[in-house]
């Protein structure tokens, strides 16, 4: 089975109108969609994607936050794909993360970070499975070149 890894698109992102650009960074860039869907987190698929987190003081706020909005759930797929998804994301505090990433480029504000990206291969895996069921992820061979064929 080959590498996939997910992405989150944040309340932030949507209610700035940016489902679009963020998508297009990956698909620009080559990458792989084999799951898409807007869906809406519950205060438990909060408490367990970011369980890590339950017990710091910003804890609550960052819950009614990612239950603002609906988010946008990805499932992206290729070599070494969490890691170059993470990479294209940026690190967790706007401010420190590169220009050309999407955290870099879109956002100032640390909880309100425009994407999720999982972090490794367990927490991809994990959440993967948290986010989509087995029929929500495509296989399907994408073509490496247009299809002239009509012209
Ligand atoms: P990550 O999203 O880069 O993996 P994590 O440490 O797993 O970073 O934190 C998850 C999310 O929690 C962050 O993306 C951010 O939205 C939020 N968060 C992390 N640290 C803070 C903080 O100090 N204040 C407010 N929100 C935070
Ligand atoms: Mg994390």
């Known amino acids: 089975m080959k590498e996939k890894t997910l992405v989150l698109i944040k309340p ?33 698929l909060v408490k367990l994607h970011y369980a890590h987190l ?9 819950q009614s936050f990612m239950m603002s909005t609906p988010v946008v759930a990805i499932a992206l797929e290729g070599a070494g794909i969490v890691k170059r998804v993470r990479d294209l994301t940026g690190v967790t505090n706007p401010r420190e993360a590169r220009p050309g990433t999407i955290r870099g480029d879109f956002s100032i ?16 895996l994990i959440e993967l499975q948290r986010f989509f069921s087995e029929d929500e992820l495509f296989n399907y061979n994408r073509m490496n070149v247009i299809d002239y064929s009509d012209e």
Do not use: C, Y
């Not at 932030?12 to 869907?37: H, N, P, S, W, Y």
């Open 54 to 62: 339950i017990n710091e003081p910003f804890f609550n706020d960052l």
């Open 12 to 44: 932030g992102a949507v209610q700035r109108e940016l489902i679009g650009e963020i998508m297009t960074r990956f698909e620009r860039k080559g990458i792989k969609i084999v799951g898409l869907k807007m869906m809406e987190m519950t205060a438990h």
């Open 109 to 124: 504000s640390v909880r309100n970070n425009v994407v999720h990206a999982s972090a490794n291969l367990e927490e991809a």
